[in-house]
């Protein structure tokens, strides 16, 4: 808590699977994309809270494509689907077709790093029916929809990244 109070920038905690937590801190933020690193140069790339770009995994995400959604306009348990297209380098692998389905959950007390807040659960199940991968991603946003905490599945190679925001990024 001392480091992450001391360092000026923003910053979050990642896990990816059963690993110890890392502290990864803002790089760079350009478009509405966000760009993290970690001590050991894993990076990641947000966009809206949802990680669109990996480096440094052994199977990396090199390219999300998907459509604009205006998560301000869910209604509570009401879903809706769309397809997202998956590329990655190591095996290298275009397009990988998902579909992604979203529903908004009710709000929930959630416990994060340095407090607790009130926050909207947004599941989102991705599937592929070819290769038999189905997940639950999930997404704790505020009322801007801002995404707090997540647990995200980015590929059939890799297990969760858990994510949690500790200091939030300037607007």
Do not use: C
Not at 11 to 17: R, V
Not at 39 to 61: C, E, F, M, S
Not at 101 to 117: N, Y
Request: hydrophobic share 35%.
């Amino acid at each position: 808590k001392d480091l992450i109070d001391k360092i000026p920038y923003a910053s979050s905690l990642i896990s990816i699977g059963k690993g110890k937590n890392a502290l990864m801190i803002l790089e760079s933020s350009l478009n509405g994309e966000h760009t993290w690193v970690t001590q050991d140069g894993v990076y990641i790339v947000t966009r809206d809270g949802k990680i669109i770009k990996t480096a440094g995994l052994k199977n990396n995400l090199i390219d999300f494509v998907t459509p604009s959604i205006n998560y301000k306009n869910l209604k509570k348990n009401e879903s809706f689907s769309y397809f997202t297209y998956l590329s990655y380098d190591k095996p290298s692998l275009s397009n990988l077709k998902l579909r992604s389905t979203i529903t908004l959950r009710d709000k929930e007390t959630v416990s994060l790093f340095m407090q607790e807040k009130e926050l909207f659960l947004i599941e989102e199940r991705i599937e592929n029916v070819y290769l038999g991968w189905s997940e639950l991603n999930k997404y704790w946003v505020d009322e801007d929809f801002y995404v707090w905490k997540s647990i995200q599945h980015t590929s059939p190679k890799l297990p969760p990244f858990y994510i949690e925001i500790t200091k939030k990024p300037a607007e």
